[in-house]
């Protein structure tokens, strides 16, 4: 007993729009199987497109209990196969790509103006998929040599002489295929095959478009087999004959839906009308089906929207179930479907969310993840940001660098680092702990490159011999801050130098070296860097930076999904899943353009033109798949079409076939079109408002202005000269330091900031003083500059800041060897970083100091200097604010300054320079008699219970940001409010 009846023609089937593909066609085929014996049901062979469709055609059959199966293939599995005749392995794709980006290297430099260098991987991958592409569409390398050129720019000249040079890839294809190639192969193989040995058996390809050469080839042999027979999916049964008939210019409707069929009825020799319905359909909206036929008609014919579109069913039929979506921004697009998801969830309902954005994807699980929902993302994670992927990257972008205490922090940091050890008794806690410290450490000393003699230094000085501190420090000296500098190289030696120190630092000093692949994660990234490993040796040589780029490459050829982790009814799928699942809510968004469909990927190599003249696929072809992704989305029962209106702050354009969609509905008011188009945006806008309001936190109370009163026996006991302004000016940030004990953390690696310019010219300035008298000839200008290159050699690590510095430094060297030069005829220097330290008698208070330099005049009267990298303050800022060379005027005359007898102070001089000028403190109008008793009133004020500590009493401009500003809640409150003081115990 056949499974089919005889036929003159090719047997094909389709599934039309709307339809649960994969459910309906395996029902019907277990239909057709109950008429034949069991040993003839396990003998029909159904190749499919996708491992997902395959897996999900089992869960049918075991529906309906235990039978046995027929035989379900992929049909790139074909590619695997040994053939008829014994033929070649396929070429693995990575020693394709190695051998072309030793090409494409040389061609840069040889012809830099076809592009950077940044773009060596990307040339690769796209000459390596134009040259699989050929093979699989059976293009004739013959034809790249007959291409006629000369109406074309010079770019595409070169690139097509580039090209062809390579085309010995292709010629080689019979003895060296890649693996589309060797598919292509097979198909002809089998063609010659089953010319004599005509399989008797039912052979089936279900869910392909032959949207590939190699695969409409397929299926054109299995069409014509006895027992053979295709069967489409999305088929759309609603197209009228002309419309088919006028398909034939891929120019023109390469993005159409039903485009590739209609290439397979060219090829196959067969009608729209001799494509019967593989099995009747029991739920499916045809009034939808016709609209959204309609809707996407071919651009040249889309006037039949006039003549058709009035003769359609009430357009309330069709928008039944569809809900429109239209979101202000990307966020609350996601925020919108996270609701949708949830309230599907609560009805007991699957959902899936399909998209090809990425971004959006993950905005939509992070929404999600908010009611600790996870949905099972088809796609998976990417390798590149799995544990293992970070940390080859991190090590990789180690070389041909110096190690910055950023990248060796963030190395140290990682989980797997340090993760060989499995006795309980050893510790990775250790080595967090020695990692915390030494950065606490780098923090606090601005360490920007930290190298073996600091490492060691400072683990001898810190850990003072602990066990096993020595062997740690050696550990990370040997594998993350002595690294080869290899330069260009061959790609083997940094492969097997990178592979190899990433398995030390994951095992650590004396741990196992197969943490790196031990979790899931890691099983899958280690087949990538073991076939990496085998094909380096066609890499040529490299450098660094490119060996990076290739290495990201190269880990991006896999994704890592956990199917078991995901939420059973809740789903992310890709848009081509659409061909294969379904579930009962279908959200589809991000339907704009240049999301879905994406923009066509452009090809460096041969323009649309090129293409169509050599006979490979348009750049359309693409556009016309996704169509058809969407055009089976859109037709399934419960549908939701979502988009954002704006997108980083520029509008966005709505994709082309929803923007048909809504034109059309719009411009059929006589059938309900409008009307029906209103209900789907206002079913939308219902999601959106809730979206927002998700996002609204609350009619909560804002916090009021802080002024908390601690205890007295809490309050601060000792400041700085410098702190008396902050306590003025913020004196929430003296209770933050000193009451709560918070400081700020310093920076990792210190920053050309200004603090890092002040250290470093205050230490040219002692020096220079320091080395000797200034008479203001030449060579104190040379001696100057030469202690600055001294200075900042050690100091300052990065040489465009060392540059920067020096040039202020020659700016104003001049000027102050002039002045200084003045200043040394008439004045002796007693002191320079001189420490000082007055104990006040109100609450037992201590007012510390460190002088910049302390002169004495011939009668015995005192000279203070501060030097200002910046401005100096103006005589009313030191009056109210800035205290600091009046109080140190008042600390010299009491002798609180270490080894300087009390006396008078002439003088307190701030030295600008940056604008090259000295302002003097204005002690004649604040002396120090009337600065001690305000300060001493000052003091007094804060020993009062009910003084608090207000925060940000009188900053100097709004722009201010304080330390502790976030602490204060400042935000919630305004500089204008009235503060709250609050009695702490």
Same mark, same amino acid.
């Given at each position: 007993?056949?499974?089919f009846?005889?036929?003159?023609?090719?047997? $094909?089937?389709?599934?039309p729009?709307?339809?649960?593909?994969?459910r309906?066609?395996?029902?019907?085929l277990?239909?057709?199987?109950?008429?034949?014996?069991?040993?003839?049901q396990?003998?029909?062979?159904?190749? +499919?497109?996708t491992?997902?469709?395959?897996r999900r055609?089992q869960?049918?059959f075991?529906?309906?209990?235990?039978r046995?199966?027929?035989?379900?293939r992929?049909?790139?599995?074909?590619?695997?196969?040994?053939? @008829?005749d014994?033929?070649?392995?396929?070429?693995?794709?990575l020693?394709?790509?190695?051998?072309?980006?030793?090409?494409i290297?040389q061609?840069?430099?040889?012809?830099?103006?076809?592009?950077? #260098?940044t773009?060596?991987?990307?040339?690769?991958?796209?000459?390596?998929?134009? =040259?699989d592409?050929?093979?699989?569409?059976?293009?004739d390398?013959?034809?790249?040599?007959?291409?006629?050129?000369?109406?074309?720019?010079?770019?595409?000249?070169?690139?097509?002489?580039?090209v062809?040079?390579?085309? #010995?890839?292709l010629?080689n294809?019979?003895? #060296?295929?890649?693996r589309?190639?060797?598919?292509?192969?097979?198909v002809e193989?089998l063609?010659?095959?089953?010319?004599?040995?005509?399989?008797?058996?039912?052979?089936i390809i279900?869910?392909?478009?032959?949207?590939?050469?190699?695969?409409a080839e397929?299926?054109?042999?299995?069409?014509?087999?006895?027992?053979?027979a295709?069967v489409?999916?999305?088929?759309?049964?609603d197209?009228?004959?002309?419309?088919?008939?006028?398909?034939?210019d891929?120019?023109?409707a390469e993005?159409?839906?039903?485009?590739r069929?209609?290439?397979?009825?060219?090829?196959?020799?067969?009608?729209?009308?001799?494509?019967?319905?593989?099995?009747?359909?029991?739920?499916?909206?045809?009034?939808?089906?016709?609209?959204?036929?309609?809707?996407?008609?071919?651009?040249?014919?889309?006037?039949?929207?006039l003549?058709?579109?009035?003769?359609?069913?009430?357009?309330?039929a069709?928008? &039944?179930?569809?809900?429109?979506?239209?979101?202000?921004?990307?966020?609350?697009?996601?925020?919108?479907?996270?609701?949708?998801?949830?309230?599907?969830?609560?009805?007991?309902?699957?959902?899936?969310?399909?998209s090809?954005?990425?971004?959006?994807?993950?905005?939509?699980?992070a929404?999600?993840?908010r009611?600790?929902?996870i949905?099972?993302?088809?796609k998976?994670d990417? $390798?590149?940001l799995?544990?293992?992927?970070?940390?080859?990257?991190?090590?990789?972008e180690?070389?041909?660098?110096?190690v910055?205490a950023?990248?060796?922090?963030?190395?140290?940091?990682?989980?797997?680092?340090?993760?060989?050890?499995?006795q309980?008794?050893d510790?990775?806690?250790?080595?967090?702990?020695r990692?915390?410290? =030494?950065e606490?450490?780098?923090?606090?000393?601005?360490?920007a490159?930290?190298? @073996?003699?600091?490492?060691?230094?400072?683990?001898?000085?810190?850990?003072?011999?602990e066990?096993?501190?020595?062997?740690w420090a050696e550990?990370?000296?040997?594998n993350?801050?002595?690294?080869?500098d290899?330069?260009?190289? @061959?790609?083997?030696?940094?492969?097997?130098d990178?592979?190899?120190?990433t398995?030390?630092?994951v095992a650590?000093p004396?741990?196992?070296?197969?943490t790196?692949?031990r979790?899931?994660?890691?099983?899958?990234?280690k087949?990538?860097?073991?076939?990496?490993?085998r094909?380096?040796h066609?890499?040529?040589?490299?450098?660094?930076?490119?060996y990076?780029?290739?290495?990201?490459?190269v880990?991006?050829g896999?994704?890592?999904?956990?199917?078991? !982790?995901?939420?059973?009814?809740l789903?992310i799928w890709?848009?081509?899943?659409v061909?294969?699942?379904?579930? &009962? +809510?279908?959200?589809?968004?991000?339907?704009?353009?240049?999301?879905?469909?994406?923009?066509?990927r452009?090809?460096?190599?041969?323009? /649309?033109?090129?293409r169509a003249r050599v006979?490979?696929?348009?750049?359309e072809?693409?556009i016309?798949?996704?169509?058809?992704?969407?055009?089976?989305?859109i !037709?399934?029962?419960?549908?939701?079409?979502?988009?954002?209106v *704006?997108?980083?702050?520029? #509008?966005?354009?709505p994709?082309?076939?929803?923007?048909?969609l809504t034109n059309?509905?719009?411009?059929?008011p006589?059938?309900n079109g409008?009307e029906?188009?209103?209900?789907?945006?206002? /079913?939308? *806008?219902?999601?959106v408002?809730?979206?927002?309001?998700?996002?609204?936190?609350?009619?909560?109370?804002?916090?009021q202005?802080?002024?908390?009163?601690?205890?007295?026996?809490?309050?601060?006991?000792?400041?700085?000269? !410098?702190?008396?302004?902050?306590l003025?000016?913020?004196?929430?940030?003296?209770?933050?330091?000193?009451?709560?004990?918070?400081?700020?953390?310093?920076?990792?690696?210190r920053?050309p900031?200004?603090?890092? /310019?002040?250290?470093v010219?205050?230490?040219?300035?002692?020096?220079?003083t320091?080395?000797?008298?200034? !008479?203001g000839?030449?060579?104190?200008?040379?001696?100057?500059?030469?202690?600055?290159?001294?200075?900042?050699?050690?100091?300052?690590?990065?040489t +465009?800041?060392?540059?920067?510095?020096?040039?202020?430094?020659?700016?104003?060297?001049?000027?102050?060897?002039?002045?200084?030069?003045?200043?040394?005829?008439?004045?002796?220097?007693?002191?320079?970083?001189?420490?000082?330290?007055?104990?006040?008698?109100?609450?037992?208070f201590?007012?510390?100091?460190?002088?910049d330099?302390?002169?004495?005049? &011939?009668?015995?009267?005192?000279?203070?200097?501060?030097?200002?990298t910046?401005?100096?303050p103006?005589?009313?800022?030191?009056?109210?604010?800035?205290?600091?060379l009046l109080?140190?005027?008042?600390?010299?005359?009491?002798g609180?300054?270490?080894?300087?007898?009390?006396?008078d102070?002439?003088?307190?001089?701030?030295?600008?320079?940056?604008?090259?000028d000295?302002?003097?403190?204005?002690?004649?109008?604040?002396?120090?008699?009337?600065?001690?008793?305000?300060?001493?009133?000052?003091?007094s004020?804060?020993?009062?219970l009910?003084?608090?500590?207000?925060?940000?009493?009188? +900053?100097?401009?709004?722009?201010f940001?304080?330390?502790?500003?976030?602490?204060?809640?400042?935000?919630?409150?305004?500089?204008?409010?009235?503060?709250?003081p609050?009695?702490l115990?």
């Amino acid at each position: 007993m056949a499974l089919f009846d005889p036929t003159d023609g090719p047997r $094909v089937f389709g599934l039309p729009m709307g339809a649960d593909f994969t459910r309906e066609f395996t029902l019907g085929l277990m239909d057709r199987l109950d008429g034949l014996p069991p040993h003839e049901q396990a003998r029909v062979e159904v190749y +499919v497109n996708t491992a997902r469709m395959k897996r999900r055609m089992q869960e049918v059959f075991d529906e309906r209990g235990a039978r046995l199966l027929p035989r379900i293939r992929l049909i790139g599995e074909l590619a695997d196969l040994p053939g @008829p005749d014994p033929m070649p392995p396929a070429v693995p794709a990575l020693r394709k790509r190695l051998e072309l980006v030793t090409l494409i290297r040389q061609l840069l430099i040889s012809a830099p103006e076809i592009a950077p #260098q940044t773009a060596l991987f990307s040339l690769a991958d796209s000459l390596a998929a134009l =040259m699989d592409e050929m093979q699989s569409e059976g293009v004739d390398p013959q034809r790249l040599q007959e291409l006629d050129v000369s109406d074309q720019s010079g770019h595409w000249q070169r690139a097509l002489a580039f090209v062809q040079i390579v085309e #010995q890839f292709l010629e080689n294809s019979a003895t #060296q295929p890649d693996r589309l190639g060797r598919q292509r192969m097979i198909v002809e193989a089998l063609d010659t095959y089953w010319q004599e040995n005509v399989p008797q058996h039912p052979v089936i390809i279900a869910g392909s478009t032959g949207s590939r050469g190699a695969t409409a080839e397929f299926m054109r042999l299995v069409a014509g087999l006895p027992q053979g027979a295709i069967v489409l999916p999305g088929f759309d049964y609603d197209l009228p004959t002309k419309v088919w008939a006028d398909m034939n210019d891929a120019l023109t409707a390469e993005d159409h839906p039903q485009f590739r069929f209609r290439n397979l009825m060219r090829m196959l020799g067969f009608t729209h009308s001799d494509v019967p319905i593989w099995t009747q359909i029991a739920r499916q909206n045809q009034t939808r089906n016709k609209l959204v036929s309609l809707a996407l008609r071919p651009a040249p014919v889309t006037d039949a929207w006039l003549e058709e579109g009035p003769r359609l069913p009430d357009l309330h039929a069709a928008a &039944d179930g569809l809900t429109l979506l239209e979101a202000p921004d990307p966020r609350t697009e996601a925020n919108a479907i996270a609701l949708v998801m949830r309230d599907a969830l609560e009805h007991g309902r699957t959902a899936a969310l399909i998209s090809s954005d990425p971004v959006l994807n993950r905005m939509v699980k992070a929404a999600l993840d908010r009611w600790e929902l996870i949905p099972d993302d088809s796609k998976g994670d990417l $390798v590149p940001l799995s544990p293992p992927g970070r940390i080859l990257r991190q090590v990789a972008e180690l070389y041909g660098t110096r190690v910055s205490a950023d990248d060796l922090l963030r190395i140290l940091k990682h989980p797997l680092t340090h993760s060989g050890h499995l006795q309980e008794e050893d510790p990775r806690g250790n080595h967090l702990r020695r990692t915390r410290d =030494m950065e606490l450490e780098i923090r606090r000393k601005g360490v920007a490159y930290p190298d @073996p003699a600091w490492l060691r230094d400072w683990t001898a000085k810190k850990y003072k011999g602990e066990e096993g501190t020595e062997v740690w420090a050696e550990w990370i000296i040997t594998n993350l801050l002595t690294l080869p500098d290899f330069g260009e190289a @061959p790609l083997q030696s940094y492969v097997e130098d990178h592979i190899e120190r990433t398995i030390r630092i994951v095992a650590g000093p004396e741990g196992e070296s197969s943490t790196l692949w031990r979790n899931a994660a890691g099983r899958v990234t280690k087949p990538l860097i073991d076939e990496f490993r085998r094909e380096a040796h066609v890499g040529g040589n490299i450098t660094a930076f490119d060996y990076f780029g290739l290495l990201y490459g190269v880990l991006t050829g896999a994704e890592i999904r956990d199917r078991d !982790t995901g939420h059973p009814m809740l789903s992310i799928w890709g848009t081509r899943d659409v061909r294969v699942e379904r579930a &009962d +809510v279908m959200i589809l968004a991000g339907l704009n353009e240049g999301s879905w469909p994406s923009a066509p990927r452009p090809d460096p190599w041969l323009n /649309r033109a090129m293409r169509a003249r050599v006979g490979l696929n348009l750049p359309e072809r693409d556009i016309g798949l996704a169509a058809h992704d969407f055009q089976q989305a859109i !037709t399934a029962p419960e549908v939701v079409l979502t988009r954002a209106v *704006r997108s980083d702050d520029a #509008q966005t354009v709505p994709s082309r076939w929803l923007n048909r969609l809504t034109n059309l509905m719009s411009g059929l008011p006589m059938i309900n079109g409008a009307e029906a188009l209103g209900a789907m945006r206002k /079913r939308g *806008r219902h999601w959106v408002e809730l979206a927002e309001a998700m996002e609204i936190p609350g009619d909560l109370p804002r916090a009021q202005r802080p002024s908390p009163c601690p205890p007295i026996e809490a309050r601060p006991r000792q400041m700085s000269v !410098t702190e008396i302004q902050t306590l003025i000016r913020d004196p929430y940030a003296i209770y933050a330091k000193h009451v709560l004990r918070l400081r700020k953390l310093d920076p990792l690696g210190r920053d050309p900031d200004a603090r890092l /310019r002040g250290t470093v010219l205050h230490r040219v300035l002692e020096l220079f003083t320091k080395a000797g008298p200034v !008479t203001g000839t030449a060579e104190d200008r040379e001696r100057l500059l030469k202690i600055a290159d001294g200075v900042l050699l050690e100091e300052v690590p990065w040489t +465009v800041t060392r540059t920067f510095y020096r040039g202020r430094i020659e700016k104003f060297a001049d000027w102050f060897i002039k002045a200084e030069s003045e200043r040394q005829t008439r004045l002796q220097t007693l002191g320079r970083e001189v420490a000082g330290k007055l104990s006040i008698n109100v609450g037992d208070f201590t007012l510390t100091a460190k002088a910049d330099r302390i002169d004495q005049d &011939d009668k015995g009267l005192l000279h203070l200097f501060d030097y200002k990298t910046g401005g100096a303050p103006k005589d009313k800022e030191q009056t109210y604010f800035d205290k600091q060379l009046l109080l140190m005027a008042m600390m010299a005359e009491e002798g609180a300054f270490q080894d300087i007898d009390p006396a008078d102070v002439a003088s307190a001089i701030y030295i600008s320079l940056r604008d090259m000028d000295e302002t003097a403190a204005p002690l004649d109008k604040d002396p120090t008699d009337k600065v001690k008793g305000e300060f001493f009133s000052l003091l007094s004020s804060y020993r009062d219970l009910d003084k608090g500590y207000t925060s940000r009493r009188a +900053v100097k401009n709004e722009n201010f940001e304080g330390d502790f500003d976030h602490l204060a809640r400042y935000g919630e409150w305004e500089p204008t409010d009235d503060t709250n003081p609050e009695v702490l115990e």
